[in-house]
């Protein structure tokens, strides 16, 4: 009877084991398959884009101008409210949602600060064409966008705004950053204005 309950004893000790080695490789299963799916689900995650037709008018304003920025690979759409007799340039990236037509919502704002200001729609947003692939590529790309907008203010105020999400421009682009002065955006119409005036 002993050797009887030895064996039942160690037979539940092995199905215990077999049972807890299924379930670690079943944790270790769905662990591994969430972190392939926020992988390739990252830019969806951190990215929520509007497309707009071609066609589309971002702006009716007369002084406000829409412009190309080419990139590799793609074309980024912009605004450019462009003053006769302005004080500097509100460089303005908006946040990961929506697009120009969602941002470019209180140019009066800027007139009556006395500033122009240019605002560009990443890769995929809005009527800019491709695709973000990586923190590099937008980089690039808004480095290009400054390139092609920044020449034509020299010897005035430039300064570099962001909406909140976007504050780590600061790594992101540390050229712009030093070049300008820091602004965030606290919401759409309510800009904070850091000794811009």
Not at 72 to 96: D, E, T, W
Not at 129 to 155: C, H, K, M
Request: charged fraction near 15%; glycine fraction near 8%.
């Amino acid at each position: 009877m002993g050797d009887t309950q030895k064996l039942t004893g160690s037979s539940k000790g092995r199905r215990l084991k077999s049972a807890l080695a299924i379930l670690l490789g079943a944790g270790f299963a769905l662990l591994l398959g969430a972190s392939a799916w926020f992988w390739f689900q990252q830019e969806h995650l951190l990215f929520n884009p509007v497309l707009l037709p071609a066609q589309t008018a971002l702006s009716r304003d007369p002084d406000v101008k829409e412009v190309w920025v080419n990139v590799p690979g793609a074309r980024l759409s912009g605004l450019h409210l462009q003053q006769a007799h302005a004080k500097g340039l509100v460089f303005f990236l908006h946040g990961n949602a929506g697009n120009l037509q969602t941002w470019f919502t209180n140019p009066a704002f800027y007139r009556q600060a006395g500033f122009d200001l240019f605002m560009i729609d990443y890769r995929g947003f809005g009527k800019s064409t491709g695709r973000i692939e990586s923190e590099a590529q937008l980089r690039a790309d808004v480095q290009a966008a400054w390139n092609q907008v920044a020449p034509q203010y020299r010897g005035k105020k430039m300064s570099f705004m962001a909406a909140r999400w976007a504050a780590a421009w600061r790594r992101v682009c540390p050229q712009i950053w030093h070049l300008s002065k820091l602004g965030l955006a606290r919401n759409l119409t309510s800009p904070c204005w850091c000794r811009l005036t």
